[in-house]
């Protein structure tokens, strides 16, 4: 039987300081060797992962999301990741079938594995499970003819989505402040599912700091955030239209991925999705120092 969703929380839009690499790294290291030996986690690695998974994940349930490393085909890393509960809308099936992410990774890594990918300039693709999460969320407000805004759109992977999503009609928004990611993206759209919206102009990405939003094509029905603030913009909640939502991880320590919802009278209603672990939404100079 499947198991409920589960949500790893590696899913960050930028790369993680080599400490907290580390870090990571050795509490799998004991997830392997737990697998073989069945010994329990030591305390202090158990609250590791903890903390770097999201929601109320189990080391078992993460273990057996892991098992889709022999995926080869897109269509069948979404069954993978629908097999397990972590995609249970239609349209979010649909719409990642249809933007192939072996178009978004660099050559030669596995794409369809359930992990983030390094892309270069200390930046990494966010692995497919957060991508499924981050799209449900926001499905309601990715109708055909809304504005969609992606902060760190990196290779360009969910601004594609979001672009099947609001059609021709709407319009999708990416904004990333390393220019040589901005150029590589808009050459993966160009060979994607998404590249006639491209073409025609209700998609486009965007050189800027993606803390300050892209107001020239606001209001936003949908805002995707892909790095942890400290707090929320004031500037993507202006942006925002009133009955849009924003998913944004918050926090330092402890983050947590935040759904921000604006009402009709422009008020926001704020709550907590699930605990999660990003680096910092930062500068182009601090992301490429890695801190």
Same mark, same amino acid.
């Given at each position: 039987?499947?198991?409920?969703?589960?949500?790893?929380?590696?899913?960050?839009?930028?790369?993680?300081?080599?400490?907290?690499?580390?870090?990571?790294?050795?509490?799998?290291?004991?997830?392997?060797?737990?697998?073989?030996?069945?010994?329990?986690?030591?305390?202090?690695?158990?609250?590791?992962?903890?903390?770097?998974?999201?929601?109320?994940?189990?080391?078992?349930?993460?273990?057996?999301?892991?098992?889709?490393?022999?995926?080869?085909?897109?269509?069948?890393?979404?069954?993978?990741?629908?097999?397990?509960?972590?995609?249970?809308?239609?349209?979010?099936?649909?719409?990642?079938?249809?933007?192939?992410?072996?178009?978004?990774?660099?050559?030669?890594?596995?794409?369809?594995?359930?992990?983030?990918?390094?892309?270069?300039?200390?930046?990494?693709?966010?692995?497919?499970?957060?991508?499924?999460?981050?799209?449900? !969320?926001? *499905?309601?407000?990715?109708?055909? &003819?809304?504005?969609?805004?992606? $902060? =760190?759109?990196?290779?360009? %992977? #969910?601004?594609?989505?979001?672009?099947?999503?609001?059609?021709?009609?709407?319009?999708?928004?990416?904004?990333?402040?390393?220019?040589?990611?901005?150029?590589?993206?808009?050459?993966?759209?160009?060979?994607?599912?998404?590249?006639?919206?491209?073409?025609?102009?209700?998609?486009?990405?965007?050189?800027?700091?993606?803390?300050?939003?892209?107001?020239?094509?606001?209001?936003?029905?949908?805002?995707?955030?892909?790095?942890?603030?400290?707090?929320?913009?004031?500037? !993507?909640? *202006?942006?925002?239209?009133?009955? &849009?939502?924003?998913?944004?991880? $918050? =926090?330092?320590?402890?983050? %947590? #991925?935040?759904?921000?919802?604006?009402?009709?009278?422009?008020?926001?209603?704020?709550?907590?999705?699930?605990?999660?672990?990003?680096?910092?939404?930062?500068?182009?100079?601090?992301?490429?120092?890695?801190?």
């Amino acid at each position: 039987m499947p198991t409920s969703p589960v949500v790893v929380a590696y899913g960050c839009r930028y790369c993680a300081p080599l400490n907290r690499r580390l870090l990571y790294f050795t509490a799998h290291r004991y997830l392997h060797r737990r697998r073989r030996s069945r010994l329990p986690l030591p305390p202090l690695l158990a609250a590791v992962t903890a903390n770097l998974c999201t929601g109320n994940s189990l080391v078992r349930r993460m273990e057996r999301l892991w098992t889709g490393s022999g995926i080869n085909k897109n269509k069948a890393m979404v069954e993978h990741l629908q097999r397990y509960g972590v995609i249970t809308s239609k349209k979010v099936s649909e719409v990642m079938e249809t933007v192939d992410r072996a178009l978004f990774v660099p050559e030669g890594t596995p794409p369809y594995v359930d992990s983030p990918m390094q892309i270069g300039h200390n930046a990494t693709i966010s692995a497919p499970h957060m991508h499924a999460m981050c799209l449900q !969320l926001l *499905e309601e407000n990715l109708k055909p &003819g809304m504005h969609a805004l992606d $902060v =760190g759109s990196g290779t360009g %992977y #969910l601004t594609a989505c979001f672009a099947l999503m609001v059609g021709p009609e709407g319009r999708a928004v990416g904004v990333e402040h390393i220019p040589e990611l901005v150029a590589s993206s808009i050459k993966n759209i160009q060979k994607s599912a998404a590249a006639p919206l491209l073409e025609e102009g209700s998609l486009s990405i965007h050189v800027g700091d993606g803390r300050l939003g892209w107001p020239e094509f606001e209001p936003y029905d949908a805002i995707h955030v892909g790095a942890a603030a400290p707090d929320i913009p004031p500037a !993507l909640i *202006e942006q925002l239209k009133p009955g &849009g939502r924003m998913v944004i991880p $918050v =926090g330092n320590l402890f983050q %947590y #991925l935040k759904v921000v919802d604006k009402n009709p009278d422009g008020s926001i209603s704020v709550r907590d999705e699930t605990s999660v672990r990003y680096v910092p939404l930062t500068s182009r100079e601090a992301q490429l120092r890695g801190n």
